[in-house]
Each structure stands twice: as C-alpha cells, then as structure tokens.
C-alpha cells in the first residue's frame, strides 16, 4: 500500500477514477509497483480511500485493458510482466555489502575449505526441524504483544546455563541480551558506549570484519601483536595505554589459534580495571576446542566487571539464524538494555524458542559433541593429505593454516581456487600492520568431501607453485 501512494482530491476537475488510473499507473511506471506484485482487493483499497468499490473495479479495468494490470480471479490482481519501467536512479554501479569481506555468494552452499561455517552433514536436521516447527507454531498462537526486546526468557536461561557449564561463566539470564548474531552484538555494545574518538585495542592478525566495524563507530583500531602467549599486552600499554576498548578473541585467537596465556590475561583485566577501559570477549568458537578443554571465558576470570562477553550460534548450529548474544557486567545492564530496546532489539522469536528448547532438551551439547569428534577426523585427514612439513602447517581453530613464503600474493591464489570451487581465505588481510603480515591460507575443515580430498589438496598446491613463479 505504501507504493501506491494515492492522494484522492474530490475537488479536482478529473473524476475518482481517473485518479485512481493516474497514481496506479505513475507507481508502475516509475517502478514503485514492480512487475508481478498483488494490488489491494477492490474492498481493502475502497476502505482505504473512502470511496465505492464499484469505482475501484473501474479503475482496476482501465488498468487492464491498458496492459499495466492481469486478474488471476479470486487469486487478486497483479502489475503485468515485461512493464517498460524508467527506474528513478542508475543502480548498475551498486554493489554487494563489504565485498573484500564477503567473498563468497550468500546464500550459496559451503565450499571446500570455507572458514566459519559449520559442517553442512551432522547438524540434526530432522529434531531441528520438529522443534522449529513447534517454535513456530507457539510463535503464531501466542499473544499480539510487544516481546521482550532484550530477547526471550527461556533462551536466556538456557545460555546462562549452558555458560556457567560449559565456559565457566556464572551469570544471570538478567545481564544476557540476544542480538543478531556477532555483528548485531558488536553494533549493539558500540552504540551503548559511545566511545566515538577514542582508540581500541586490536589483535594483529585479528578478524577484518570487527577492525571494520570499529572504524565505522569512529573509533580508531590500534593494531597490536600476538604471540604464542596471545596478544602481547605490553605493546598495548607502550601504543595506546589510555585506549578505551580491547578486543580480544581469547580462547582460541582468530586467525592463529592459540589461547590468551593466565599471566596475560590477569594483565589485561588489571589494565583495564586501571583505565577505566573495556573489554570485549569474542568467543566465536565457544567450546568448541578440538583437543582438550576449552579454555575458561575471560569473562569467568573478570572480578572488575570490565569483560563483555559475546558468542554466537553461526560456529554450532548456523550462521542463517543469525543469533548470537551479549553477556553484559552489572554496571552497564539498564544501559545496554535500554539501547537494545531502542535501537537493536532481539528479533526472531520463533528461531529464539527453537534455540531455547534445542538447549533445554540437551540436543545443542549432544550435537557439539559430536561436531567435535567429527572435526578430529576431518582434520586428520586434511593434514594427511597436505603432504607438507610439519613446519608449514598448523591447527587454528576450525582452520589448518597453511603457510607460504613471504611475499606470496596469498589473495591471489584463493580468488583463483574459488574457480575450481575451493574457497581458503587469505592470511595476510587478517593483518592492519602490513610490515608484519605473513603469507597463508587458511582452510576450513568443517567441510570436507570424503572423496576427493587429496585432489583438492593437489590443486591448491599448483595454485600455491604458479603464484610463487614455479613450473607445475
């Protein structure tokens, strides 16, 4: 209704219907009305304008014998197929969002290699399925009210639950907000504190999407090393010991892996304490260490009330919910819930119950498991079939990092792989501080063929060789 804009003057020298005609017709022809699209019933329409239906059916039959409307009986009336619509803007030039991030076409099934997403083949699509189907069902037949904007009750509980198990992260359901997923979270937590000016702490190699983000709150990322023992915080307080923020990805560092060692960890907490500054937990694996336990959250270990915690559903059960949440300090709860209420709130209720009771009934753990064991095997295998050093490769999370000489055009090579329908993402963006960026790739091991692997390591290899200048 709102592309039909139709503003009726009774006492213009044209009839009602030759009103309803022009505003019709100008919607379609200036592509507010696009081919296909259902216009209202005579009835709804007639309501609407406060006019006849008999003069709206009159109107709607000018339009169709000028070709711009079809009548499909009782199933309405459309704008016809094949308009010459003139759009208002040239539009050739627009683009899909952040395309250096966003490779690949959403929407389109995992390929080999691919990082963040999960395997497509032990997810339990059919108790997913039934307690999606019930969610929704709950959804529809519930009451016509405002929800919670901080996110349901029951998903909350579950999360504060499963954190206090499973991250060592004891927590109120109070203190959990539900976002859209990591990147809804991250907006949510910048808008709340409003450090605009100020400087941020950033892994170096760190996530390109939340160095992103941070620029665009007006912050200013201040990229600092990571080593074996995690980010090296004393070049932090050499850089930028007054920054307001710190993001951190501290149980497994994305892109290299290796956890936030005890010692740096308590230096962190105690700079932030000192400065008054804040620290964000990005625990986008959550528990999914594959040997040995997890890491404790950083959070778990916070007495200052310094660390905001956020996870995600998109690692271990589906990037497409896009669910994810905030753990919040008790400080800054009414805080960041009154932003969330105003600007961000959680969305999606059904997807939220299904989560919630995919929790409660003990399949989200049951399903984690079982992810683990599967990614052992598949990591395996991958390493197997590399046929390279020891020296040359190593496990980072849910990626095996493949490393290539300096000076290797690593982002060339995987947009060459993407031909053969291998998708490795490049190393080297990883890295703000280009006088230290290695060359690598990093390959998924959520999604492996069970045949083929070999010949897919063997194509990555000739890709690696020509960019290097090697015969083949």
């Known amino acids: 209704m709102d592309d039909l804009r139709i503003e009726l003057n009774r006492q213009a020298g044209t009839s009602l219907v030759e009103q309803i005609v022009g505003a019709i017709g100008k919607s379609i022809s200036e592509g507010r009305l696009y081919s296909g699209a259902r216009l209202p019933s005579w009835r709804d329409l007639s309501a609407q304008l406060g006019v006849s239906r008999g003069t709206v059916k009159s109107a709607y ?10 009548a499909r009986g009782a199933a309405g009336t459309f704008v016809a197929d ?23 076409p959403f929407g389109e099934s995992a390929m080999v290699f691919q990082v963040g997403i999960p395997a497509q083949d032990v997810f339990p699509y059919k108790v997913w399925s039934r307690i999606a189907a019930g969610a929704a069902r709950q959804a529809a037949m519930a009451s016509v009210s405002y929800p919670d904007p901080r996110g349901e009750s029951g998903l909350r509980a579950e999360i504060a639950a499963y954190l206090s198990i499973a991250r060592g992260l004891v927590c109120s359901p109070a203190q959990i907000i539900i976002t859209a997923g990591y990147a809804g979270a991250l907006g949510l937590i910048m808008h709340a504190l409003d450090l605009k000016g100020a400087s941020a702490w950033m892994e170096d190699p760190g996530y ?10 007006g912050l200013e990322p201040v990229p600092v090393s990571v080593d074996e023992h995690g980010l090296n915080v004393n070049e932090g ?13 501290a149980s497994q560092q994305a ?8 010692s740096r960890r308590h230096q962190l907490l105690e700079w932030a304490a000192t400065h008054d500054s804040w620290i964000i937990e990005d625990d986008y694996l959550s528990e999914l260490q594959l040997t040995g336990r997890a890491a404790p959250a950083l959070a778990s270990q916070d007495s200052f009330g310094r660390v905001i915690h956020i996870g995600t559903f998109s690692k271990t059960i589906s990037p497409s919910l896009r669910l994810g949440f905030v753990v919040v300090p008790p400080a800054l709860v009414n805080q960041v819930g009154d932003v969330a209420a105003a600007l961000a709130p959680a969305s999606s209720i059904a997807s939220q119950r299904a989560v919630g ?37 190593a496990m980072a999370g849910l990626a095996l990092l493949l490393r290539l000489p300096d000076g290797t055009d690593d982002r060339a090579i995987a947009d060459h792989a993407i031909e053969f329908g291998l998708a490795p993402a490049p190393l080297s963006p990883w890295y703000a501080n280009s006088s230290r960026a290695h060359s690598g790739l990093l390959l998924g091991i959520t999604n492996l063929p069970e045949k083929g692997l070999g010949a897919c390591c063997n194509r990555l290899k000739q890709l690696a060789e020509i960019s290097q200048g090697r015969e083949v």
């Open 357 to 393: 009771e995919f929790m409660r009934k003990g399949h989200y753990l049951r399903h984690l498991r079982r992810m683990k064991r599967t990614y052992n095997a598949r990591s395996s295998a991958l390493q197997r079939a590399l046929e390279t050093s020891d020296a040359d490769k």
């Open 82 to 104: 094949q308009l010459p619509v003139t759009y208002p803007a040239d539009t050739s030039d627009l683009r899909g969002p952040l395309p250096d991030f966003y490779q690949h």
């Open 255 to 262: 892109p290299l892996g290796m956890t936030l060692s005890l």
């Open 208 to 217: 390109p999407m939340t160095r992103t983000a941070l620029s665009m709150a």
């Open 61 to 70: 039959e000018r339009l169709i014998d000028e070709q711009l409307l079809v």
């Open 237 to 249: 307080l050499e850089c930028a010991p007054n920054a307001a923020l710190a993001v951190v990805t």
